[in-house]
């Protein structure tokens, strides 16, 4: 037995060695980062930007993977049923992380037990834009024409549950108006046909409209969020617009499987937090009209715990689950 000892002694010492060298190790390979979006979207461009900023502090490469579907849940599936090694994340937002729980029916993950927080990137307004050819230069305007044209409008989204269905079905709600919601595989679509005349309405995220109202192609009426945009200053909120207390507010967060080691979650919330005060990441996230969250995993756990509750109970109240 004594001979025994010292060879169990070492052998102990080997696995936690070896466990250590492990956890120091991560990462050692390739992190492959899915946007359950399709390309050119706002969750595409953001988890690119965040991507490329963290591969360098990382020392590995992030690699982004577009897989859209099911109203961004078919991606987010896959990485909740990835292993939880964190080499596999997603950038989660309302449409994939709260709604869908009311939205989608069948939904094959839980939004809060199947993935494990790592930290909120940051929040974006959505834009109400319309093509230049809707006869409305602001949302009065745009609500008089509704009111005179009942049904004859229809508003895209991304898919349902996300925050631009559920933009619009507060819109419709709080204006008393009738337009009819058109889902999309994601915002590259939607504002193919929105451009095109097919849809009259959107309300879009900042980044994937900018360019578009920039270049004439859409009319910025407002903005969803509570407070302007400094990206877009000259556009007014919806709530300071003729409907008060409007708020819809994007949200990005970094999730992993469920069940991500504690040293490599921290690892990653420290790589991303520390992107998120380059000048660099700060100034492509300021282009793109967002502000900057950071933060720990356990705030965007809170955060997405209360998003959620609000936007179940609205769904439920207004009695647009499928």
């Given amino acids: 037995m004594n001979k ?22 991560f990462p050692n390979k390739p992190i492959r980062w899915i946007s359950p979006w399709a390309p050119a979207g706002g969750n595409d461009v953001l988890s690119r ?24 849940t078919m991606g987010t599936d896959q990485v909740a049923k990835a292993p939880a090694d964190g080499y596999t994340l997603t950038l989660g937002s309302p449409g994939t992380h709260a709604t869908a729980l009311s939205m989608v029916p069948g939904l094959p993950y839980d939004p809060v037990k199947s993935f494990t927080p790592i930290v909120l ?60 919601h058109v ?10 046909d929105l451009t095109g005349g097919r849809v009259e309405m959107a309300f879009e995220s900042m980044p994937t409209v900018l360019p578009l109202v920039r270049g004439g192609k859409l009319k910025a009426l407002a903005v969803t969020t509570p407070k302007r945009s400094s990206l877009m200053p000259e ?4 709530a300071e617009s003729g409907l008060p207390g ?14 991500m080691p504690a040293d490599v979650t921290t690892k990653l919330n420290q790589s991303i937090n520390a992107a998120l005060r380059t000048p660099e990441l700060g100034q492509r996230l300021s282009e793109l009209g967002a502000d900057v969250a950071g933060g720990t995993a356990q ?21 647009i689950a499928p």
């Fill in 49 to 72: 930007a965040i991507g490329n900023e963290i591969s360098k502090s990382l020392g590995q490469p992030v690699v982004v993977e577009n897989k859209p579907g099911a109203s961004g």
């Fill in 299 to 319: 705030d965007l756990a809170r955060y997405q715990a209360a998003e959620s509750t609000k936007w179940n109970k609205f769904i439920k109240d207004a009695g």
């Fill in 246 to 259: 409007f708020d819809v507010t994007v949200w990005y967060g970094v999730f992993g499987p469920a069940g």
């Fill in 4 to 25: 025994l000892l010292p060879r169990l002694l070492l052998a102990l010492c080997a696995v936690a060695t070896a466990g250590l060298a492990n956890a120091q190790a």
């Fill in 121 to 180: 990137v940051g929040t974006v307004p959505n834009v109400l834009v319309v093509p230049t050819s809707v006869p409305a230069n602001s949302v009065k305007e745009l609500i008089a024409y509704l009111k005179a044209h009942p049904n004859s409008y229809n508003f895209a989204s991304v898919g349902n549950g996300s925050m631009q269905h559920l933009a619009g079905e507060l819109f419709k709600r709080m204006a008393g108006v009738e337009i009819t």
């Fill in 235 to 238: 556009v007014p909120t919806i």
């Fill in 183 to 192: 889902a999309y595989k994601g915002s590259a679509p939607a504002l193919l």
